[in-house]
């Protein structure tokens, strides 16, 4: 059988980036700086239901500020936008996304991409639902990955016996009352959900439910309602790689999230999802590997969603 022309793509993408040694683990958070900085995976998921898999893909690790937009959606379904926009804006910050700063007027999380917006956004989950709040959160996005995640425990105490900084924002979105009393109860759900242990595969699926409308492309399940899915590929468009998004946007035009583990998951609408494990960060936390195979991707096959010069989607929708 003729080897497919994206997996043939990403086998080489992977031999070109495997020996990049820029970047440095996170190790703000202890736990995740036992990490091995040469493992290295590339997964693109269809959404017809097609897997394309090189390196180190089915190796799991904490799938950290990716939750963020998960869960924004998941607001979104449970209040509506109007709610959720009294507590978290929908605009980038430029600045890193741990800053302890707040909008000048509203007193609200600049975007919902940054820790302190999705702190607020959890806590709204946590005002809603309680002790359940973590299990609604893990099974909604076993749903978007076609199977049943679980928590690295290492990680979340690693993050909980640390984690003074978000400490610090939730206690100042508790002073302007932009989070509910219970601050420290969904602060600790916070930690949790960025402790959801993902692999590659998961998170291109993960994407993939995303570029499907909010169904999963293998299991058919509605993970997510479809407007809400606008909502959460807008914000990662424009916030989804912390102070690094508007670069982003004009070198790879699709929307995006990373976390500080890692990963890094991209969404193609309406045709694919993609992820990338190589836990050598920029000096932003974004994955440097993770960027440069996006990028690559992105030019080979025109996926820049402003992209009018080369083959274009067009060009991916005889592949796919």
């Known amino acids: 059988m003729e080897t497919h022309e994206l997996q043939i793509a990403i086998e080489q993408m992977h031999e070109r980036w495997k020996g ?4 440095e683990v996170a190790t703000y958070i202890p736990e995740l700086g036992r990490a091995d900085p040469d493992k290295f995976g590339i997964t693109l998921a269809t959404t017809n239901g097609h897997i394309y898999q090189s390196g180190d893909s089915d190796l799991p690790f904490t799938i950290q500020s990716i939750s963020k937009p998960f869960t924004f959606g998941l607001a979104l379904e449970a209040f509506g936008a109007k709610r959720v926009a009294q507590h978290v804006g929908v605009e980038p910050s430029g600045d890193a996304f741990n800053a302890i700063e707040l909008q000048n007027g509203s007193n609200r999380p600049h975007n919902p991409m940054i820790n302190s917006g999705a702190i607020t956004v959890t806590a709204l989950l946590h005002e809603k639902y309680g002790n359940e709040t973590f299990d609604m959160i893990l099974e909604r996005f076993s749903l978007a990955a076609g199977r049943p995640l679980s928590m690295d425990r290492a990680v979340y105490e690693s993050e909980y016996r640390t984690g003074h900084r ?6 100042l979105l508790l002073n302007f009352g932009m989070v509910h009393d219970a601050a420290e109860e969904a602060l600790d759900v916070y930690f949790k959900q960025c402790s959801i242990l993902v692999t590659c595969r998961d998170l291109a699926v993960m994407g993939a439910t995303l570029a499907n409308m909010g169904m999963n492309p293998i299991t058919r399940a509605q993970a997510f309602d479809l407007a809400t899915v606008k909502c959460m590929m807008a914000i990662m468009f424009t916030c989804g790689m912390y102070d690094y998004s508007g670069e982003w946007a004009y070198r790879v035009g699709v929307p995006a999230k990373s976390g500080v583990s890692g990963g890094v998951m991209a969404v193609v609408n309406r045709q694919l999802g993609i992820a990338t494990y190589s836990a050598r960060l920029d000096p ?11 990028a690559e991707l992105a030019n080979s096959f025109g996926l820049h969603a402003f992209d009018c010069l080369n083959m274009g989607s067009s060009f991916l929708d005889t592949l796919l």
Not at 20 to 23: F, S
Not at 284 to 294: A, F, K, L, P, T
């Open 166 to 171: 978000n400490r610090a924002i939730a206690h």
């Open 20 to 23: 990049a040694t820029a970047g």
């Open 284 to 294: 932003r936390g974004n994955s440097h590997r993770g960027i440069e195979v996006c």
